[in-house]
């Protein structure tokens, strides 16, 4: 993990400069990292970015107590899970991360609402969408399965066309990384579901 460290140490110095107490943590990985406009899409619920780039679930669950246990938030949302695939792991795998996420949340945190966005389909990984689909599915069953305050955000399918293919308009020219439309269409999403467990 020690390849993570100088992006840790960026999110920890930013900490300092904060100057409010946020309600709201989105962690995760470049996804979250690379969303500009987070700060003022969310402002209402005093948001904090805790992306950092290249992160795999894993390095999530690794850096947890260091990253957001400084914290006191109301709620989580995490996105993890694209850059495990990536790097050959198993969809059974991330699942078992995912699962150490809901126990760390739950262990500093309590019954705080925990929202997973769904891993997004790319051209890049178009190779591995079985296993983005399948990683999904393992996840969404777990949270209805568990409820307990966990939910289920699915952008997956807003960002494809009717043929199951990724729309380019929501990716970067690079085909992996998201664009500006699409960081509007998550924005949209995100929001409907917030009214369900923000209070």
């Known amino acids: 993990m020690i390849w993570y460290e100088n992006e840790v140490q960026r999110l920890e110095k930013e900490k300092t400069a904060l100057e409010y107490e946020p309600k709201m943590v989105f962690y995760g990985s470049s996804s979250i990292r690379l969303w500009e406009t987070l700060y003022e899409d969310f402002k209402e619920y005093s948001p904090v970015n805790l992306g950092f780039g290249g992160s795999t679930l894993a390095a999530c669950v690794w850096f947890f107590e260091r990253l957001v246990t ?16 990536g790097d050959g792991r198993h969809p059974e795998e991330v699942f078992i ?10 262990l500093h945190f309590g019954d705080i609402p925990l929202a997973f966005i769904s891993i997004k389909p790319s ?4 190779n591995i969408v079985d296993s983005i689909r399948y990683t999904n599915t393992l996840i969404e069953n777990e949270i209805r399965k568990q409820g307990n305050n966990l939910h289920y955000i699915d952008i997956y399918h807003k960002m494809t066309d009717k043929a199951g293919y990724p729309k380019r308009e929501f990716l970067d020219p690079d085909g992996l990384h998201i664009s500006e439309k699409g960081y509007a269409l998550w924005k949209d999403i995100i929001q409907q579901h917030l009214s369900a467990f923000i209070r």
């Open 97 to 106: 991360f995912f699962q150490q996420m809901v126990a760390l949340t739950r």
């Open 70 to 85: 400084g914290y006191r938030p109301q709620s989580i949302l995490l996105y993890a899970g694209d850059n495990d695939l």
């Open 123 to 126: 051209i890049t990984r178009w």
